[in-house]
């Protein structure tokens, strides 16, 4: 009797032990199911679709300015980015002779020196949110990273008369043996050139050439015209026709005539 009960015993606890096994076994299995389960129901990521993405703030700030952003992608990846922001009178911060000096002033850096970083941070990380604000101008950070996304969230601009709705800019890569390095921005508007912007940064203190007395009046001396005539008789001309291309050469600005055309195409390339 003894027997027949410590038998039942040893039955009762390798059934026990099996029905556990078992049991444990199954759960190991729908563990790694239920988590490909929660895998496949969040959300991937959408790849880019190849185009040109622009956005604008509707509004002027506080300040008098608004954001403009385009963004370029092709194969999947954003490969170009330009931001700026324009005033009611239609004039550029990061062109602003002005405006680059005060910020300098109390924050330690102009427009000029961080639209680029935000420019470039957003090629290498990809997307908006990843961007890390510039540190001296976390207003512009923020606008730029909102608009940024607020374009890419949209449809491509599709051309208009050859050209793509948006903001595009060049600039020369290095500084010239004067120390001078040229910059040049142009705005689409409804497939035509509805403005265009250039000037001249020198290496040493930041200085704009277009508001330069000294270097206007020594230019003017020996030519008869100055950087500032030269650029505005330039964009003038490139408004009225359209193409750089048939944009009249101003005389006594060789120099200035070629960086202007090399750089206004360099720019409208990426607008068509």
Excluded at 176 to 203: C, L, M, P, T, Y
Excluded at 210 to 223: C, G, H, V
Aim: proline share 3%; aromatic share 6%; hydrophobic share 35%.
């Amino acid at each position: 009797m003894k027997k027949l009960l410590v038998l039942t015993l040893v039955l009762v606890l390798v059934v026990a032990l099996v029905a556990g096994c078992s049991s444990q076994n199954s759960q190991q299995q729908q563990q790694p199911q239920e988590q490909q389960n929660q895998q496949s129901e969040q959300p991937q990521q959408t790849a880019l679709k190849d185009g040109t993405y622009y956005a604008e703030n509707k509004e002027f700030d506080d300040h008098g300015w608004k954001g403009l952003v385009t963004v370029i992608v092709k194969d999947g990846k954003i490969t170009n980015v330009f931001y700026d922001e324009i005033n009611q009178e239609g004039k550029l911060k990061s062109f602003d002779p002005e405006y680059g000096p005060r910020m300098k002033e109390k924050s330690g850096i102009t427009p000029l020196e961080a639209y680029p970083k935000l420019e470039q941070a957003l090629v290498e990380k990809q997307k908006p949110e990843d961007v890390d604000a510039v540190a001296g101008a976390t207003h512009s950070s923020d606008s730029f990273k909102n608009l940024a996304a607020e374009a890419l969230k949209g449809s491509p601009v599709e051309a208009k008369d050859g050209l793509k709705n948006g903001l595009y800019k060049a600039a020369e890569a290095d500084f010239d043996d004067h120390g001078w390095k040229a910059i040049a921005a142009v705005i689409v508007k409804d497939g035509k050139i509805q403005s265009a912007f250039f000037d001249e940064v020198n290496k040493d203190d930041g200085r704009y050439k277009l508001t330069d007395q000294e270097y206007a009046k020594n230019m003017e001396a020996k030519s008869g015209t100055t950087p500032a005539k030269a650029v505005e008789a330039l964009t003038k001309s490139l408004i009225e026709k359209q193409n750089v291309e048939q944009v009249d050469a101003v005389t006594g600005a060789t120099g200035t005539t070629a960086k202007y055309k090399d750089l206004m195409t360099k720019a409208l390339s990426l607008a068509k």
